[in-house]
């Protein structure tokens, strides 16, 4: 079974300042798909930026980036420029590419880590 | 707007009593999934169903029952069997297709009277 670890509860920034948040995962898995996603105090979860394992290219999506290094099996989320906005929770995710009898189309994830912005 | 829908946003139920908690989604999509959220914790999988009259446990399924016998809708029912339903219940839908992302409804809050 995957397992999808995020070690840093809580995370803090200067608005404007640059933030990473970690993610480790384990899996036995060569294909598979990992995705951040943001729960705002409303509780609403949104997806923020996916990668798939199989593109060596880093995704980005405006001032949100990801640094997926395959072999460590470690996909850490960077927010530049922060805004007050991004103040959440953020959780990290992990979903198989194998289709099987049972679907694989789950998503095992973290425990979140908590983003809170100083103004 | 294509969305998911969750109601009620706040559930009560008494000891004993089952409580079925609602998700319908316009978005065409095929899977639903139900998640339960618990303080520190991240979401874990209750149940899903990729079409119409099929559903699958997932890692949490015990005290809990679900069916689709319509694509937009994918009730979840808590009964009196699961003895800790506190909890956030957050229900999700996807297109076919794994690199499909997930997309969420608003969540539902229960809690024991």
């Known amino acids: 079974a995957q397992t999808v670890t995020q070690s840093q509860p809580e995370m803090s920034v200067q608005e404007a300042e640059t933030v990473t948040l970690s993610c480790t995962y384990d899996t036995s898995e060569s294909d598979y798909y990992l995705f951040w996603y943001k729960q705002p105090p409303s509780r609403q979860m949104i997806l923020v930026i996916r990668q798939e394992a199989y593109k060596q290219q880093n995704a980005t999506e405006n001032r949100f980036s990801v640094n997926f290094q395959k072999a460590a099996k470690s996909f850490s989320l960077k927010i530049s420029d922060s805004q007050l906005g991004d103040a959440a929770m953020y959780f990290c995710a992990y979903r198989s590419a194998y289709v099987s009898n049972f679907g694989n189309e789950k998503l095992t994830f973290g425990t979140g880590t908590r983003l809170t912005i100083i103004p | 707007d294509g969305g998911i829908t969750q109601s009620p946003k706040y559930l009560f139920r008494k000891e004993g009593q089952n409580v079925t908690l609602s998700c319908e989604q316009n978005?065409?999509?095929?899977?639903m999934y139900w998640y339960r959220q618990d303080p520190g914790q991240g979401l874990r999988l209750i149940y899903y169903s990729q079409i119409v009259n099929d559903f699958q446990k997932g890692d949490i399924a015990e005290g809990y029952s679900v069916s689709r016998e319509k694509k937009e809708s994918f009730p979840l029912t808590v009964t009196s069997a699961q003895k800790n339903p506190t909890a956030f219940y957050l229900c999700?839908?996807?297109?076919?297709?794994?690199?499909?992302?997930?997309?969420f409804g608003d969540g539902t809050r229960l809690s024991i009277l």
């Open positions: 999700a839908s996807t297109r076919g297709g794994l690199n499909q992302p997930q997309h």
């Open positions: 978005l065409n999509h095929d899977a």
